[in-house]
Structures are given as structure tokens and as C-alpha cells.
């Protein structure tokens, strides 16, 4: 009797040194929150979860340091968008073996429901831009609309590959691993479809924003965008792109103009100068939201909301 508690006792030691050890020495390094979101939801109780960029600092500009370059080589795995999107990720992720990464961009299921960016010249100029610095990307891709965490379709995909990673690196954990799963889709599923009641109200109303961000969500909610300042944040928008959008401005065409907490958009408040105009926040990556099992579903409810509070005002 005494031998078969002894034997239990050694066998829980284990069992929880095993799991100490597990959360103490791995980690999922993801490149920007709104993917953190996802893989959190799926890794919840499982494996630590740690954002690459910093709240408040923008991907479009990014440059890995040191510290950060650490941080990648240590992790179990790395979930990206790919080096289309992220420039700054690309050559050092290529050098890492394939069981330790993953790319969105490169999940099948997803190929179809890319959206293609509207403005080429603008695109043209922002692919010169990076890839002087680093010819590394697929033309193909180079060509879509990059902000595909926006969509909750692409969103329920990325989490169905992640599940089918982590199940590769941690197939102890099937059992959890499916359950965070199952309880990412339902949960998703109710606040789509809560959602899409919400904006009803504001489908037909016209607004701008700050950068071409927003097509994937716009899109799967019909909402009605009339444009966008800039479609990346780095480059200057043209001045008869600026005149085109304060001709609509003082016919009275939009509600609102979006701006975004990362970004001081002068641009904005000088094209708007001398017209009554609605202003408000959209946060493209969450930056006031923690990781969690539902971080993803808060942020489309307070990206939602956003875009209610603005456009339903007079």
C-alpha cells in the first residue's frame, strides 16, 4: 500500500515538473497582435504566447533588434504573416526550419480570400519601397490587401492551421487543443453574426479612413467606405488624391473620418480644415486589448462598436 503511494506520488511529481517545465522554456512568438489574438485563443492553458511588436509601433516600419532576434531563435514556433507583409521578418525567418514557423500567407485555405489592393500606382510605390531593401516576395502576393486579420472568415482558417501546428509540436495536448478550438469557432460564429446585425443600421453611411486597412471587415459586413488618406502610412498621399477626397467632404458625401491611435494624421486635419466633420478612432491591431481564448472576438466587437459610435452621429 505504502508502495503504491509512493508510486503516485512520484508519478505527479513528474507530471507537474513535466508542465513547469514546458510553460518556463517554451513560447509562441507571434509578429503582431491581431495573430496573437488567433494563436492565443487556440494555445490558451497551453503555451505562452508573446507579441513581437511593441504596442502603439507600427509593422509598416518595423526593424527586428537584437533582443528581438533572441527571442525568435529561442522560441518553439513563430506565426507570421508572411515576408509579402512583413518585410522585416523575412530573412531571418528563412533561415529557421520549417516545424518552428508559420506563415499565413501560406495556409491553402486561405488563397481564395485574399482581397487585391485597389490603388496600384500607390501599391507599386510602397512593393519599390521594400523591396529595394530586400527582393524577397512573391509577386503574386505582393498584390493583395495585407490586412487580412480584418477578416473573420481568414481569421476561423488561420485558426484551424495553427490547431493542426500545435497539434504537430505538442500532440500531448490534442485533448486541449481541440476544445480551444471548438470554443474559437462557436464563440466567433455568435459575435459574427451579432455583429453584422449591429452594422445594419450603417451600412448605406459614407465615411473615410485613415489607410487602407479595413476592406476585409468592410467587405464582410457591406459597409460603405468612400476611400482612404493613404494606403500605406509611410508614404505621402498624392495632393490630387487629397483634393478628390475634400471635394466629398464639402458635399457633405461622409459621416465621419477614421483616424487610428498609432498615427498623428495631420493630413487629415488639414484636408478637413473649415468642415464640420465627424471624427473618430478605428484601431486596427487592438493595441488596448490583452491576449487571451477571446481577445479576437473583443477586438471585432470594439472595431464594430468604433464604427457604429461615428456613424451614427448627425
Not at 30 to 35: E, L
Not at 105 to 132: G, P, Q, V
Request: charged fraction near 20%; aromatic fraction near 10%.
Amino acid at each position: 500500500m505504502l508502495h503504491n503511494k509512493n508510486l503516485i506520488l512520484i508519478l505527479y511529481t513528474v507530471i507537474i515538473t513535466n508542465f513547469y517545465i514546458l510553460h518556463a522554456h517554451s513560447k509562441i512568438i507571434v509578429s503582431i497582435k491581431p495573430i496573437g489574438f488567433i494563436v492565443a485563443a487556440i494555445a490558451d492553458d497551453i503555451i505562452p504566447v508573446e507579441v513581437l511588436i511593441p504596442d502603439g509601433v507600427s509593422e509598416h516600419n518595423y526593424v527586428l533588434r537584437p533582443s528581438d532576434i533572441r527571442r525568435i531563435k529561442n522560441a518553439n514556433l513563430i506565426v507570421w504573416n508572411g515576408p509579402e507583409i512583413e518585410f522585416f521578418l523575412a530573412k531571418l525567418a528563412s533561415e529557421l526550419p520549417a516545424e518552428k514557423k508559420l506563415i499565413i500567407t501560406n495556409i491553402s485555405a486561405l488563397k481564395s480570400l485574399f482581397l487585391k489592393t485597389e490603388d496600384k500606382k500607390e501599391k507599386n510605390n510602397t512593393i519599390n519601397y521594400h523591396t529595394s531593401i530586400l527582393n524577397c516576395c512573391n509577386n503574386n502576393l505582393m498584390n493583395i490587401n495585407t490586412h487580412i486579420w480584418m477578416s473573420p472568415e481568414i481569421a476561423k482558417q488561420s485558426a484551424i492551421a495553427i490547431h493542426k501546428k500545435l497539434l504537430e509540436i505538442l500532440p500531448n495536448y490534442k485533448i486541449k487543443l481541440d476544445i480551444n478550438l471548438k470554443h474559437f469557432e462557436e464563440l466567433l460564429n455568435t459575435v459574427d453574426k451579432y455583429i453584422e446585425e449591429q452594422l445594419t443600421v450603417v451600412r448605406n453611411k459614407g465615411y473615410f479612413v485613415f489607410h487602407d486597412a479595413y476592406s476585409y471587415f468592410e467587405k464582410h459586413y457591406h459597409l460603405s467606405p468612400l476611400g482612404y488618406f493613404t494606403i500605406n502610412p509611410d508614404i505621402q498621399p498624392g495632393l490630387k488624391h487629397l483634393y478628390q477626397i475634400r471635394k466629398q467632404l464639402i458635399k457633405k458625401k461622409a459621416i465621419c473620418i477614421f483616424t487610428e491611435p498609432q498615427f498623428t494624421p495631420s493630413i487629415i486635419n488639414a484636408v478637413s480644415r473649415g468642415i464640420k466633420i465627424n471624427k473618430a478612432i478605428l484601431d486596427p491591431l487592438g493595441i488596448n486589448i490583452n491576449l487571451s481564448k477571446d481577445s479576437y472576438t473583443k477586438f471585432l466587437l470594439q472595431l464594430s462598436n468604433q464604427y457604429k459610435s461615428c456613424l451614427l452621429k448627425d
